[in-house]
Nanobody
Framework: QVHLVESGGGLVQAGGSLRLSCAPS????????MAWFRQAPGKERQFVAY?????YYGDSVKGRFTISRDNAKSTVYLQMNSLKPDDTAVYYC???????????????WGQGTQVTVSS
């Protein structure tokens, strides 16, 4: 069964940077739209960014986060700069047939990786 595996989360001070990675296990997601979402305690899962032929970002991360893709490695990255305490959440990678900001549009999900930003 194909699934996604995220890595790269951790604890960082405000203003710092982290890079998250998402790789498939047991298959490939070539041709899929890939996205990152995040979920803070007590809140709904929130769109962060997607990449297909182009990229699209949520308003709260625009200008600070960059999504990229290495098709040779079938890996998607999320470079996060100028991190803020409000960015603290579990970050999830997702794959779907078409680009979307909606959670329900994605078929495959990773287990999530925790990002904690201290003030």
């Amino acid at each position: 069964q194909v699934h996604l595996v995220e890595s790269g989360g951790g604890l960082v001070q405000a203003g710092g940077s982290l890079r998250l990675s998402c790789a498939p296990s047991g298959g490939t997601f070539v041709g899929y739209s890939m996205a990152w979402f995040r979920q803070a305690p007590g809140k709904e899962r929130q769109f962060v960014a997607y990449i297909t032929g182009n990229t699209y970002y949520g308003d709260s991360v625009k200008g600070r986060f960059t999504i990229s893709r290495d098709n040779a490695k079938s890996t998607v990255y999320l470079q996060m700069n100028s991190l803020k305490p409000d960015d603290t959440a579990v970050y999830y990678c997702a794959a779907g047939a078409r680009p979307s900001r909606i959670v329900e549009s994605y078929t495959y999900w990773g287990q999530g990786t925790q990002v904690t930003v201290s003030s």
